[in-house]
């Protein structure tokens, strides 16, 4: 993703819960959570974020967000 965003600080990812105790239901996928594809909804309340620490502001990574460095060029 950052390939094809060249000035993206970060990307932020909403999460799902993927059910594992109703059984596998891809024996195909090597990736663990691709053998479950018994998931919840998007949650909007709950998210994960990738970032390049190198296009942040200082101190601009919480647990809730990130604010990138503006003044480089760098956005969300």
């Given amino acids: 993703m950052f390939k ?8 932020t990812f909403k ?3 993927h059910v594992t105790t109703w059984g ?3 024996h195909v996928s090597k990736f663990k959570v691709g053998r ?4 919840t909804r998007v949650m909007a309340d709950r998210v994960k974020h990738v970032t390049r ?4 502001q200082p ?7 990130f604010s990138p460095n503006w003044d ?3 956005h969300r």
Wanted: no cysteine.
């Fill in 15 to 17: 999460v799902q819960i």
């Fill in 53 to 56: 620490p190198e296009r942040l």
């Fill in 36 to 39: 479950y594809l018994n998931r």
């Fill in 72 to 74: 480089k060029g760098y």
């Fill in 4 to 11: 094809s965003r060249p000035f993206a600080a970060g990307f």
């Fill in 24 to 26: 596998v239901t891809n």
């Fill in 59 to 65: 101190g601009g990574l919480s647990t809730h967000g």
